[in-house]
T-cell receptor
Framework: NAGVTQTPKFRVLKTGQSMTLLCAQDMNHEYMYWYRQDPGMGLRLIHYSVGEGTTAKGEVPDGYNVSRLKKQNFLLGLESAAPSQTSVYFC???????????FGPGTRLTVL | KQEVTQIPAALSVPEGENLVLNCSFTDSAIYNLQWFRQDPGKGLTSLLLIQSSQREQTSGRLNASLDKSSGRSTLYIAASQPGDSATYLC????????????FGQGTILTVHP
C-alpha cells in the first residue's frame, strides 16, 4: 500500500514549456485534490475531482488543467509554464468528504 | 470566503513543556477541522480530524478541541519532545465543499533539548 505518490519529485522548466504532474493513489479513494504551497500564502486548492471522469475548479485554477481518466490517477497539466507557477505542488486523496486527507510527498517545480 | 488564521506563527519551547497552538476560522459552517504536521521538505500528515458535531479528539500526547460557534480550535501538545519540531497546519472543510480544505498559514514549532 503506497498511499499517494507523485511524479516527478523535482522539475525545472523554462517559461512557456509544458509538463504534466502525475498523482496516483492505491486506496480506491473517490476524492482527489491538487494544492500548491507558496511561502506566505499557505496551501491553496487548484483543482479537485469527486470521482473518475469528474473535475472541478478550486481557488486558483488559472493556467492549469486536470484529468481523471482513471480512478487512481489525477493529472495536473501546465500548458505554458510561467514563473508565477513556481511552487510546491501537493496531491491529496480521501475516501469521503468527511475523511482524513492523505497527502503525497509533493513536487517542487521551478519555472525560470 | 472562509479564512483560517493560526497563532502564533512560530513557537520555540524547551523540551518537556506543554504547549497550545491556536487556529481560528471566519465561517462557522464547517464540516470538519483537521490538524496536520509538515516536516521540512515533506508532505502533510493528518494528526487529528474533528467532525463539526464533536468537541475534541485525542491521539497520544495530542489533544485537539473545537468550538464551532466561536470559530476556534486548539491543538494541545503534552510533554513536548524535539521530535515534535515541525510546522503544524490547521485546515477546515466547508459544509458543501466536497472535502476541499482551507488552510491556515501554519505554526512553526521548535522544541529544543
Amino acid at each position: 500500500n503506497a498511499g499517494v505518490t507523485q511524479t516527478p519529485k523535482f522539475r525545472v522548466l523554462k517559461t512557456g514549456q509544458s509538463m504534466t504532474l502525475l498523482c496516483a493513489q492505491d486506496m480506491n479513494h473517490e476524492y482527489m485534490y491538487w494544492y500548491r504551497q507558496d511561502p506566505g500564502m499557505g496551501l491553496r486548492l487548484i483543482h479537485y475531482s469527486v470521482g473518475e471522469g469528474t473535475t472541478a475548479k478550486g481557488e486558483v485554477p488559472d493556467g492549469y488543467n486536470v484529468s481523471r481518466l482513471k480512478k487512481q490517477n489525477f493529472l495536473l497539466g501546465l500548458e505554458s509554464a510561467a514563473p508565477s507557477q513556481t511552487s510546491v505542488y501537493f496531491c491529496a486523496s480521501s475516501y469521503s468528504p468527511n475523511a482524513r486527507g492523505i497527502f503525497g510527498p509533493g513536487t517542487r517545480l521551478t519555472v525560470l | 470566503k472562509q479564512e483560517v488564521t493560526q497563532i502564533p506563527a512560530a513557537l520555540s519551547v524547551p523540551e518537556g513543556e506543554n504547549l497550545v497552538l491556536n487556529c481560528s476560522f471566519t465561517d462557522s459552517a464547517i464540516y470538519n477541522l483537521q490538524w496536520f504536521r509538515q516536516d521540512p521538505g515533506k508532505g502533510l500528515t493528518s494528526l487529528l480530524l474533528i467532525q463539526s458535531s464533536q468537541r475534541e479528539q485525542t491521539s497520544g500526547r495530542l489533544n485537539a478541541s473545537l468550538d464551532k460557534s466561536s470559530g476556534r480550535s486548539t491543538l494541545y501538545i503534552a510533554a513536548s519532545q524535539p521530535g515534535d519540531s515541525a510546522t503544524y497546519l490547521c485546515a477546515v472543510s466547508g459544509g458543501t465543499s466536497y472535502g476541499k480544505l482551507t488552510f491556515g498559514q501554519g505554526t512553526i514549532l521548535t522544541v529544543h533539548p
